[in-house]
């Protein structure tokens, strides 16, 4: 299921980059770096591909998931600071509501 989400990730960030002024560069694969320090993402954009992840997720995936809460955002360590570190989260996340 990782790699899927993955590829959702990275499809979403394909599309969510053509508004962007400076596209969203993968070739660094998972360790891309997208919020943060290093991150290619301003907040906005961050919550337009948070957003866009979330509808992909519960078309592909069937699952409705909420990737914005306060445990991420203040989080030492943001689960949206990397590609590797955001599908990790999302992960987790399809796997709390699929137990729930």
Known sequence: MRNQILD???????EESKLLEKPIDQTGG???ALYG???QLDSM???????????????????????????????????????GSFADYVLSRVNE????
């Open 97 to 100: 509501v699929a137990g729930a």
């Open 45 to 83: 954009s961050l919550v337009s591909l948070v957003v866009a992840v979330e509808q992909e997720i519960e078309v592909k995936l069937r699952r409705r998931v909420t990737l914005v809460s306060d445990r991420a955002v203040s989080s030492r360590n943001s689960p949206f600071a990397t590609l």
């Open 37 to 39: 320090h290093d991150g």
């Open 30 to 32: 998972e360790s891309t």
């Open 8 to 14: 959702i990730i990275k499809d979403t960030i394909t």
